[in-house]
């Protein structure tokens, strides 16, 4: 394996220095409110020294995000490969995501934003250097999706009729809705008493119900908690 000289190894680390105190500003605040300025005082540097390590505030805050979607995907394989059937490796890939929606909130938050309008835009006008990377790494995540209803619907634990694109685009935006709830169903929540947990996993058990296989499994899955 080939060393990296110690200037690289003091480049690399500077790196990781600026990302660490962005994440900590990303974290703490909205995206509008953190500054180039402010990462740069923080860590005591120059603010074209900062701009040496990334293009701009918009490349930075992908570079974040990036770290949470490393996470994620990784999450999301472990799902896949610990489940031995179609609907299993769902149903873990559901709580693959309301995990690491509840231990990771901050990196969820900021994927969401990074989702936003304004940031296609950068993307599209080549202002993003992360871009292609953070479209390679959902298009990983949406595939171990799309994987696990192929497997569903050869193994017969999902119902044969099921366009699979279609199924993993409706599983996606599905799952998404579950975990990030509108003001007034956290308002309900807060309400009744119902908690989080249990909600997602009514939630799952509905969303199972409407694209199991046979009937034998699909008593088997609905019973199952």
Do not use: H
């Not at 871009?131 to 799309?146: G, M, P, Q, S």
Request: charged share 30%; with cysteine.
């Amino acid at each position: 394996m080939a060393t990296i000289s110690r200037r690289q190894r003091e480049k690399l680390q500077r790196r990781n220095d600026i990302l660490n105190a962005a994440e900590r500003k990303f974290f703490a605040k909205d995206y509008d409110d953190v500054s180039m300025d402010e990462i740069a005082r923080e860590l005591e540097l120059s603010k074209p020294t900062l701009y040496l390590y990334f293009r701009n505030k918009e490349s930075l805050f992908f570079a974040v995000v990036l770290r949470g979607i490393a996470v994620m995907r990784d999450a999301f394989e472990n799902a896949v490969e610990s489940s031995q059937t179609g609907i299993e490796k769902i149903r873990s890939l559901c709580r693959a995501i309301f995990d690491f929606m509840l231990k990771y909130r901050d990196y969820y938050r900021l994927n969401v934003v990074a989702r936003g309008q304004r940031f296609w835009n950068a993307f599209s006008n080549g202002e993003v250097e992360a871009a292609d990377t953070y479209v390679n790494y959902v298009t990983e995540l949406f595939n171990l999706i799309k994987e696990s209803v192929d497997a569903g619907i050869d193994d017969g634990t999902l119902r044969g009729d099921l366009d699979p694109m279609q199924a993993a685009m409706f599983l996606s935006a599905a799952i998404e809705t579950t975990v990030l709830l509108a003001p007034y169903n956290e308002l309900l929540l807060n309400q009744t008493g119902l908690k989080l947990e249990d909600y997602q996993q009514q939630a799952m058990e509905i969303l199972l119900r409407g694209i199991v296989g046979n009937s034998e499994y699909q008593t088997k899955v609905v019973q199952k908690k």
